[in-house]
């Protein structure tokens, strides 16, 4: 019995742990700092999700007895043995050598090179950094802001006629006396600037701390030359739309929920990358062991034609059967060629998920399966199975995540159908001076003088249909996803039940086609004994040959295909066949 074998390996950029919380979950980048790894899920545990298994002699003994089969052994087809005569030279097949030195690699080798250099991994590892951006983006909306400013302008003011007014004096004589003011000629310098701080409160309202001062010049022989200064503080807070915690933290909320449904995401496509690289790797063991079939089948076909042609030199067969045994070479040929041309485009598909500079297409380097195939009988729990993709497959709970996200945009979207109601409040300690700047800054707080205000401000859309629409989408959309989810589980259900299914047929198509090759061995060995006895022919003999190779292929066919169904169920549960402590760190 073989076992699975975990692996532990690096990518730049990308972090792959075997913890499983995915709230928990960010991508490392060169630079910068989170929380924690993303995570990739344990491999599943066959025996656990299983009732029982049985190896391979176990199966193939319990379904002779069953459907009352005999039981041959195993063929191990000698020529020398059988003609009882010096083989004759193997021949050679023209311009079919494979060009290129075999290299051996394991299953465990292949993810780890493929996890360092697979360009899709390397392109969805870059999503959950942006999607860390975009959160890291939206928490420093309450970042406070420092500002500044300065302005110098300068009038130079005509003479103006001016307003008619009366005089209210203590002195008789000037006591309602008509005058017409007039704004003599002048120039006036004004240089005004001011510096504070803006504080977004998470309740919606903004406070600033600032102070403004003023210098005012003017030239002539009433010239002046003042100061003046203010130290303000105000607060302006919203009371119904966009007034609260909750309200103002929910683009937060929002982007940290679909940050991790990113993650979920990435690790979705890591699973499937994963899954793609297994199936490659068992779709080349196929290849190759198809090529060492047809090798033998030529071969075979080959010391045929030799034989024959020794008896037709004989005398003891008619020259008809080396025609017939030319026809079963050049039939080989054929097919060794299409299966060296399979074994050429399954490398290349495996190169091109590796991208290792060693395993290149244009290079001389052929990748050679070393791991052998799992050939045990799981017969698995499907209610287990199903349990288990319910808390696994990270569809679901990327899913989930979005819900989660659609209640906080309904919850946001319902608040700004309320009507803009605000309270602004401001205070101001005022001061002045003259000839210096720093005279007016001498008693900042002494309260001489002051300035304050407060007022409300009220504003609301004659229909206000725009934000009602607004949440009425985002409530469609919210069911749309409840649907979309239900949809989702029984998608999970009937994936569980199908890949159940199609790993038990494969397994039956394993123990069918090893029968095929037993008894295929036996009945080639005494059609060819028959033959050189004179009873059967050379057509019948090779007949019974491709009916061995084809019983050999349908057998590596189903260990393949077992292959590929066993990775489909830890597939649709969320979880890796055979792999685990996979970290892709920097």
């Known amino acids: 019995m073989k076992h699975l074998i975990p692996c532990t390996m690096l990518i730049a950029g990308l972090s792959l742990t075997t913890a499983w919380p995915l709230q928990a979950a960010d991508i490392t980048a060169t630079g910068a700092t989170t929380d924690q790894p993303i995570t990739l899920p344990e491999r599943i545990d066959l025996d656990a999700m299983s009732v029982g298994k049985e190896s391979l002699e176990q199966s193939t003994s319990n379904t002779q007895q069953q459907y009352k089969l005999s039981a041959p052994q195993k063929l191990n087809i000698k020529l020398d043995d059988v003609l009882n005569a010096q083989a004759a030279p193997q021949a050679q097949v023209p311009q079919l050598a494979l060009n290129g030195v075999e290299h051996g690699l394991t299953l465990a080798d292949v993810r780890a090179r493929a996890l360092q250099n697979n360009l899709s991994l390397k392109v969805v590892q870059f999503d959950p950094q942006i999607a860390q951006s975009a959160l890291g983006a939206e928490r420093a909306k309450f970042d406070n802001i420092i500002y500044a400013s300065l302005k110098r302008s300068r009038e130079n003011r005509p003479l103006t006629s001016g307003d008619i007014v009366q005089l209210k004096a203590e002195d008789a004589d000037l006591d309602g006396q008509l005058v017409k003011l007039n704004k003599a000629e002048q120039q006036i310098d004004y240089l005004d600037g001011e510096a504070g701080i803006a504080i977004p409160l998470r309740t919606g309202g903004t406070v600033r701390v600032s102070t403004p001062f003023e210098r005012k010049l003017t030239e002539g022989s009433l010239g002046t030359d003042e100061y003046r200064r203010a130290t303000r503080f105000s607060i302006s807070q919203p009371l119904l739309r966009n007034a609260g915690v909750k309200v103002n933290e929910a683009s937060i909320r929002i982007a940290d929920l679909d940050r991790q449904a ?41 010391r045929n034609l030799e034989m024959v042609r020794r008896r037709v030199e004989e005398g003891l067969v008619a020259s008809i059967e080396a ?21 050429q485009l399954s490398q290349r598909q495996l190169q091109f998920l590796l991208n290792d500079s060693q395993y290149t297409m244009e290079g001389q380097a052929m990748i050679r399966p070393q791991s052998e195939p799992i050939l045990v009988h799981y017969e698995f729990e499907t209610d287990k199975l199903i349990a288990s993709a319910m808390q696994g497959r990270l569809e679901l709970l990327e899913l989930e995540l979005k819900l989660a996200a659609d209640i906080n945009k309904i919850d946001y979207l319902q608040n700004q159908t309320l009507p803009l109601f605000t309270l602004d409040y401001s205070y101001g300690a005022l001061s002045a001076g003259t000839s210096s700047l720093s005279r007016a800054y001498d008693s900042p707080f002494d309260n001489r003088f002051s300035e304050w205000s407060v007022g409300l401000r009220f504003e609301l859309p004659m229909t206000n249909e725009a934000r009602r629409n607004q949440l009425q989408q985002a409530v469609q959309q919210r069911m749309q996803r409840l649907a979309t989810k239900e949809l989702q589980v029984l998608t999970v259900k009937r994936e569980i039940h199908d890949g159940v299914d199609q790993a038990e047929q494969h397994w039956q198509r394993i123990i069918a086609a090893r029968q095929q090759v037993m008894l295929a061995s036996v009945n080639y060995d005494g059609e060819l004994k028959q033959f050189n006895e004179g009873l059967r022919n050379m057509t019948e003999v090779l007949e019974m040959l491709s009916r061995l190779g084809e019983s050999q292929i349908k057998e590596i066919r189903a260990m393949v295909a077992y292959q590929a169904a066993l990775i489909d169920i830890a597939y649709t549960t969320g979880t890796l066949l055979g792999y685990g402590q996979v970290e892709l760190g920097s």
Do not use: M
């Open 262 to 302: 990113v993650d979920a995401k990435t690790r979705l496509q890591s699973i499937r990358i994963v899954s793609l690289i297994d199936k490659a790797y068992w779709d080349l063991y196929a290849a190759w062991a198809e090529l060492d079939v047809r090798r033998q089948q030529y071969d075979l076909a080959a």
């Open 323 to 343: 025609s017939r045994a030319e026809i079963g070479v050049s039939d080989r040929i054929e097919a060794l060629i299409v299966a060296k041309t399979r074994l």
